[in-house]
Structure formats: structure tokens, C-alpha cells
């Protein structure tokens, strides 16, 4: 850096005084993007057994008859994640139940269907609501059965009442104030 010309290295491939060196190339024509000195910078270090040699791994034996393991990494089917995220969360019997809501006509028969809708789960007691009282008092009747019924389809156990609920009836309560045990409008008359 002092502006004294530098003093060649006889190890240097691009010295003009070494064979092999630039003087040897001058025929080759002269490319400016660098390829030709790092082309004979390869070249040197190549012919001098310079070059690092990577240690090789040992492979562990394979056997062809066991294929690699399945990973969660790996794609899977869309029926295996939704069945495990169902059973992660435990929504196996809620997901049945509602099946059962859906299904409801297949289960009691059309005509029942027609007059009857499951409204809740829980804790083994179904729910349904009728559209007539003359329903209701049927439906009471077939309870049994329908237990039955929905116990082979959910598994055993799962339902152990039916509260049949009759239509929903209109109230007299208007405005926003009233009392728990008043008759309503009634109360006036007479």
C-alpha cells in the first residue's frame, strides 16, 4: 500500500516468471468477469492435492423390507385428521348426536318426523318438541322404544330419557312489568 510495486510470489499461479502461470495463457484470450483466474486458481490447488476431503458418513445399514417411518410432517388424508382433531377434543358423541338430529326422519319413521323435532342433548336426556298435545302424549307413549332405538345407533347407555315437550303455547305477559304468580289479564275480570 506504500505505492512500491509488488514483489511476485513464486507460489502465486498468476505469476509471469512460474510455468503454468499467466505467461503460459497468454494465448487464451483475457475474460473480465474473474472465471479465467478462478479457473486456474482450481486448476493449481487441484494439481497440488490441496483440497479438502470431507470425512465420509457412515450409513447405517438399510433394510429394503421396513420403509421409512411415517412422520406428522408427511401430507394426510383428510378422514385421519378430522377423526383425530374429533377425538383430541372429544367431540365424538356431540358430532353422533347431531348426526341423530339430522337423520331424525330416517330414525322415528316420516310421520313422527313430521310432527316431532329433537331439540337438546345432554347428559343422556333428549329433548323433543311437538306441534300438537295430542303429539306429545304419543311421542310419551313411544319413548321407550325410541330409546331403544337410539341407544343401537349412538351406543349403549348414551340416551336415557326423552322429555317430550308439547307446542309452544302463546303467553298473556305484555309490557315490561308483571308479577310471578299473577293470572295475567285475567285478573280483572270479576
Same mark, same amino acid.
Given at each position: 500500500?506504500?505505492?512500491?510495486?509488488?514483489?511476485?510470489?513464486?507460489?502465486?499461479? &498468476?505469476?509471469?516468471?512460474?510455468?503454468?502461470?499467466?505467461?503460459?495463457?497468454?494465448?487464451? #484470450?483475457?475474460?473480465?468477469?474473474?472465471? @479465467?483466474?478462478?479457473?486456474?486458481?482450481?486448476? +493449481?490447488?487441484?494439481?497440488?492435492?490441496?483440497?479438502?476431503?470431507? #470425512?465420509?458418513?457412515?450409513?447405517?445399514?438399510?433394510?429394503?423390507?421396513?420403509?421409512?417411518? !411415517? /412422520? @406428522?410432517?408427511? #401430507?394426510?388424508?383428510?378422514?385421519? *385428521?378430522?377423526?383425530?382433531?374429533?377425538?383430541?377434543?372429544?367431540?365424538?358423541? /356431540?358430532?353422533?348426536?347431531?348426526?341423530?338430529?339430522?337423520?331424525?326422519?330416517?330414525?322415528?319413521?316420516?310421520?313422527? !318426523?313430521?310432527?316431532? *323435532?329433537?331439540?337438546?342433548?345432554?347428559?343422556?336426556?333428549?329433548?323433543?318438541? *311437538?306441534? +300438537?298435545?295430542?303429539?306429545?302424549?304419543?311421542?310419551?307413549?313411544?319413548?321407550?322404544?325410541?330409546?331403544?332405538?337410539?341407544?343401537?345407533?349412538?351406543?349403549?347407555?348414551?340416551? $336415557?330419557?326423552?322429555?317430550?315437550?308439547?307446542?309452544?303455547?302463546?303467553?298473556?305477559?305484555?309490557?315490561?312489568?308483571? $308479577?310471578?304468580? &299473577?293470572?295475567?289479564?285475567?285478573? *280483572?275480570?270479576?
Amino acid at each position: 500500500m506504500t505505492g512500491e510495486p509488488r514483489q511476485p510470489d513464486p507460489g502465486d499461479p &498468476g505469476d509471469p516468471g512460474e510455468e503454468g502461470g499467466a505467461a503460459g495463457q497468454e494465448d487464451l #484470450p483475457h475474460s473480465d468477469d474473474g472465471l @479465467d483466474l478462478a479457473r486456474r486458481m482450481a486448476r +493449481s490447488v487441484a494439481g497440488s492435492g490441496l483440497t479438502p476431503r470431507r #470425512p465420509r458418513r457412515k450409513r447405517r445399514p438399510s433394510d429394503p423390507a421396513r420403509p421409512s417411518a !411415517a /412422520d @406428522d410432517r408427511d #401430507p394426510q388424508l383428510l378422514d385421519n *385428521t378430522l377423526a383425530r382433531l374429533v377425538a383430541d377434543h372429544g367431540w365424538a358423541l /356431540d358430532l353422533k348426536v347431531r348426526g341423530v338430529f339430522a337423520r331424525w326422519p330416517e330414525l322415528v319413521g316420516a310421520e313422527i !318426523a313430521s310432527h316431532t *323435532t329433537p331439540e337438546t342433548f345432554s347428559d343422556g336426556r333428549l329433548v323433543v318438541r *311437538t306441534d +300438537s298435545t295430542a303429539w306429545a302424549t304419543q311421542l310419551t307413549l313411544l319413548a321407550p322404544q325410541l330409546v331403544a332405538r337410539l341407544n343401537e345407533d349412538l351406543g349403549p347407555g348414551t340416551v $336415557t330419557l326423552i322429555e317430550v315437550l308439547g307446542p309452544h303455547l302463546p303467553t298473556w305477559r305484555k309490557g315490561p312489568r308483571s $308479577t310471578r304468580d &299473577g293470572r295475567g289479564p285475567r285478573d *280483572t275480570y270479576g
